[in-house]
């Protein structure tokens, strides 16, 4: 907290009633907001156990999370309600694979995310920021700082993942995705918890309908590509279209690239623009920390935008980014099943019993954080102090997100170009409500007045 504010003033959170809900009354609640399943005491215990139809624990001890996520993580595979929602649109990608078929998807993909890769990559990025600053010139005032960031992310993972030959228009795109994570998410925590079909659930309508034409477009994509040289650089389809498995020889067929497009255009679009939207929130919010973060920026770049070279050069840009991943986690909470019974701290884990893995209550346990709810970069100043396992945006252990420093990357350099050039003032009574669909989104959007500088 910076001196010039009132102790008492936070960003927004998520409210958590003083008293537990009763089973209807919080089951309607999550409907609207998935968050709304924590109770108090998620933010005060290391693990909460209940019953609904099934057993299920949510998970905020570092220790435990760490045998969850990465030394049994083979015992605690992702939840098949979790996946049932994504799979018609991610198929059996690198997302939802599991076993050798996840294996050698990962493989193939890993070298595309390599540092020496990302580097190559990073000129996408300092272009897509350098748009972005030209769109918000052109309209000054008050304007949605998400559906700014949502169209910069979007052009940067298709940039990366597709040539301009074979680009999928933004608009068929971005629609389908925002819709169809919008349907599927909807109470899919009633699914995972296996709550009865009789309970009321809000309007669903998951299904290929919501993206066939994505799915069409993407197809027509791979089509393009499959037995072409690769362009150079090569975009992502190309390099999947040139990989195979180191066991067996055998390449992506038409279908799982076209699962894997998908998977990295859905992994990677929003998640990052949640990350640079809500960091626009906070920075906004706390004037003092935008002012340090912009002097940080000019000194290091002047009039130009941010590339490569100048990520290690902003790193309190890249605290704010984390202190914004650790308050707002774009993936609020995981799901996993367990196989086999096990012990965590005090209690017993059955075959069958469902985990969550609630990052939002994690990154603001009581516990673990001096005054969690509070906005302050400056606790990652030295990212050593921090417990791995008590700081878990991009998950962990062998399914940990591949492309976790692609948008370290990406929302550094875009951030650190906005920052240089413009102030963000709050407006009063727009503050955005963080509502947990599938990803933690600012309901209402990011309404900001924007000024040159
Ligand atoms: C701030 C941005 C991002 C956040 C917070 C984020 C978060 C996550 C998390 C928590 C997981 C683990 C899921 C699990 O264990 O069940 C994950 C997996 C994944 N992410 Fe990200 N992600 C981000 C950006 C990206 C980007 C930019 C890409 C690709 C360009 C990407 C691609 C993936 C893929 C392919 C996986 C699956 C990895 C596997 O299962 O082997 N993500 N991400």
């Not at 435990?64 to 990465?70: A, F, P, Q, V, Y």
Request: charged residues 25%; aromatic residues 6%.
């Amino acid at each position: 907290m910076t001196l010039d504010q009132p102790p008492e003033r936070k960003p927004v959170a998520v409210p958590v009633p003083e008293r537990p809900r009763r089973f209807l009354e919080a089951v309607r609640a999550m409907q609207g907001n998935a968050l709304a399943l924590l109770p108090k005491i998620a933010f005060t215990q290391a693990i909460v156990s209940g019953h609904v139809v099934r057993r299920f624990h949510m998970v905020m001890d570092p220790p435990s999370l760490k045998r969850i996520l990465k030394d049994a993580a083979a015992d605690y595979p992702k939840s098949e309600e979790a996946q049932a929602m994504l799979r018609p649109a991610l198929g059996n990608g690198l997302f939802l694979a599991e076993g050798a078929h996840w294996r050698w998807q990962r493989r193939a993909a890993m070298p595309v995310f390599a540092p020496r890769n990302l580097t190559a990559l990073t000129p996408v990025m300092t272009e897509a920021a350098e748009a972005s600053c030209r769109r918000i010139a052109a309209r000054p005032g008050r304007q949605d700082m998400y559906q700014e960031m949502l169209q910069t992310a979007f052009e940067v993972i298709a940039a990366v993942s597709m040539s301009e030959d074979t680009a999928i228009p933004r608009e068929v795109a971005h629609r389908a995705i925002d819709r169809y994570l919008e349907t599927a998410g909807k109470a899919s925590l009633l699914d995972i918890l296996k709550v009865p079909a009789f309970v009321p659930r809000p309007k669903r309508v998951v299904g290929k309908a919501i993206i066939a034409d994505l799915i069409r477009a993407t197809d027509k994509a791979v089509e393009a590509r499959m037995g072409r040289e690769p362009a150079d650089p090569p975009p992502l389809l190309d390099l999947l279209i040139g990989a195979s498995d180191p066991e067996t020889g055998r390449t992506m067929t038409a279908e799982e690239l076209r699962d894997n497009l998908l998977t990295f255009l859905v992994a990677g679009h929003e998640t990052t623009a949640l990350t640079l939207s809500w960091a626009l929130y906070l920075v906004a919010f706390d004037p003092a920390v935008q002012e340090r973060a912009r002097t940080e920026a000019r000194e290091v770049l002047g009039d130009r935008p941010a590339g490569a070279e100048d990520v290690a050069n902003l790193p309190y840009i890249r605290q704010i980014l984390l202190e914004t991943m650790r308050l707002y986690p774009p993936v609020a909470i995981l799901s996993r099943t367990a196989m086999k019974p096990d012990q965590l701290r005090d209690r017993e884990v059955r075959a069958g019993d469902v985990m969550l893995l609630p990052f939002y209550a994690l990154h603001r346990s009581e516990v673990l954080w001096d005054d969690p709810n509070g906005f302050d970069p400056d606790r990652f100043a030295d990212p050593k102090a921090i417990d791995r396992y008590a700081f878990l945006p991009f998950g962990a252990g062998p399914r940990v997100c591949l492309g976790m420093d692609f948008a370290m990357q990406e929302a550094v350099i875009v951030l650190a170009t906005m920052l240089a050039r413009f102030r963000f003032t709050a407006i009063p009574g727009r503050d955005p409500e963080p509502v947990m669909i599938l990803s933690l989104r600012p309901k209402g959007g990011v309404w900001l007045d924007v000024e040159p500088v």
